[in-house]
T-cell receptor
């Protein structure tokens, strides 16, 4: 079955530690995204990538880093510079068609990060 | 001004009633609009997309778009307890590059 796999599902981190969240897709989608969700705030875009070896900052990129070395993989690193990292992190992918754009996002099951 | 605004709710409706969820957006050039449903602790799933002014129906769901008023809505007919979830409105910005989500409206359908 095609889909998006995120791991780990739950992660605990001590302050000052970097952690990396994995995201793998076998949908052959060009575009991949990372969103953060906090209670009552909806989804906020951290980073997105439309092609291998290229990515752009979203609205809340500070304290995060990404890489896109393979089409199917888009890992997110939460660095110690992120002051409030406790959140639900969602990875998504989409067919990157501009005309007409579908815009439909396919989401992974999410990773819940808690800073102790 | 937030790019996409929704009433956070909760919106409570009795089983069998029509639930009406509303969303306004600020980017006048947006062309694509989406409604996602998210159950508690789960990831969002797409339930409706709409690109043209007017109504689009899919089963019990109807999406309505008015670009002049920058307004998009979702109607759920014959609401069921299983429809209880958070409904996220999403608007495409930067033409094809990314979606901006509203904070979501919590819907509760009471049996």
């Amino acid at each position: 079955d095609g889909g998006i796999t995120q791991s780990p599902k739950y992660l605990f981190r001590k302050e000052g530690q970097n952690v990396t969240l994995s995201c793998e897709q076998n949908l052959n989608h060009d575009a991949m995204y990372w969103y953060r969700q906090d209670p009552g705030q909806g989804l906020r875009l951290i980073y997105y990538s439309q092609i291998v070896n290229d990515f752009q900052k979203g609205d809340i990129a500070e304290g995060y880093s990404v890489s896109r070395e393979k089409k199917e993989s888009f890992p997110l690193t939460v660095t110690s510079a992120q002051k409030n990292p406790t959140a639900f992190y969602l990875c998504a992918s989409s067919i990157d068609r501009k005309q007409p754009s579908t815009g439909e996002l396919f989401f992974g099951e999410g990773s819940r990060l808690t800073v102790l | 001004q937030k790019e996409v605004e929704q009433n956070s709710g909760p919106l409570s409706v009795p089983e069998g009633a029509i639930a009406s969820l509303n969303c306004t957006y600020s980017d006048r050039v947006s062309q694509s609009f989406f409604w996602y449903r998210q159950y508690s602790g789960k990831s969002p799933e797409l339930i409706m997309s709409i690109y043209s002014n007017g109504d689009k129906e899919d089963g019990r769901f109807t999406a309505q778009l008015n670009k002049a008023s920058q307004y998009v809505s979702l109607l759920i007919r014959d609401s069921q307890p299983s429809d209880s979830a958070t409904y996220l409105c999403a608007v495409e910005v930067e033409y094809g590059n990314k979606l901006v989500f509203g904070a979501g409206t919590i819907l509760r359908v009471k049996s």
